[in-house]
């Protein structure tokens, strides 16, 4: 009987691919794969944190007012911030070129980061977007032996980002 409910829960996940999140006061939203859950034990400064722990798959969303930052900040000065704290926590990552893209109208970067963390051998991709109002890093990472099997869901979410269109301009 165990193994029945298994299989139509294994079935049911199947059926429904993605779910949508929306944060900081529902002015953001993604879409992230079904079998992965919300979290709250990733990074406490995290504006949303997802993962799961058996494909060893995470992501975190952290958001920043432009309004607290330097009047002068740009998208690669916030990128180079954020990535240096990351390096800073795990001195053994090495960063690659960085990418430029457009997500859903934002201007965005990507860097993929690879090394140590502790013991375990980790490849990062941190993204930065940047709105009117906010600069937003986004961070996916697995270990290095299970990011190939993850890319294709760290890509659809990352590329999911976008302003929720009923909330746009606003900020509570």
């Known amino acids: 009987m165990r193994w029945l409910c298994l299989v139509f829960v294994l079935l049911g996940a199947c059926g429904s ?3 949508q999140v ?3 006061d529902d002015a953001y939203c993604l879409d992230y794969p079904a079998s992965w859950s919300v979290r709250k034990d990733l990074n406490k400064s995290a504006n949303l944190q997802l993962g799961n722990n058996f494909a060893e798959a995470y992501l975190i969303v952290i958001s920043e007012s432009k309004a607290s930052l330097r009047e002068d900040m740009n998208l690669q000065d916030f990128s180079r911030i954020t990535r240096g704290f990351l390096e800073k926590a795990h001195p053994d990552l090495h960063s690659y070129e960085p990418e430029f893209m457009t997500i859903n109208g934002l201007a965005a970067l ?3 980061l690879k090394g ?3 013991d375990l051998r980790l490849k990062y991709w941190h993204y930065s977007l940047e709105d009117e109002t906010h600069f937003h890093q986004i961070l996916i990472w697995s270990l ?3 990011f190939g099997k993850n890319q294709l869901d760290f890509e659809r979410t990352a590329l999911s980002f976008r302003r929720n269109s ?3 301009g606003q900020e509570k």
């Open 166 to 168: 009923g909330n746009a």
């Open 17 to 19: 691919k993605t779910k």
């Open 22 to 24: 929306c944060f900081l």
């Open 116 to 118: 140590r963390a502790g």
């Open 144 to 146: 290095q032996d299970t």
């Open 110 to 112: 990507r860097y993929t």
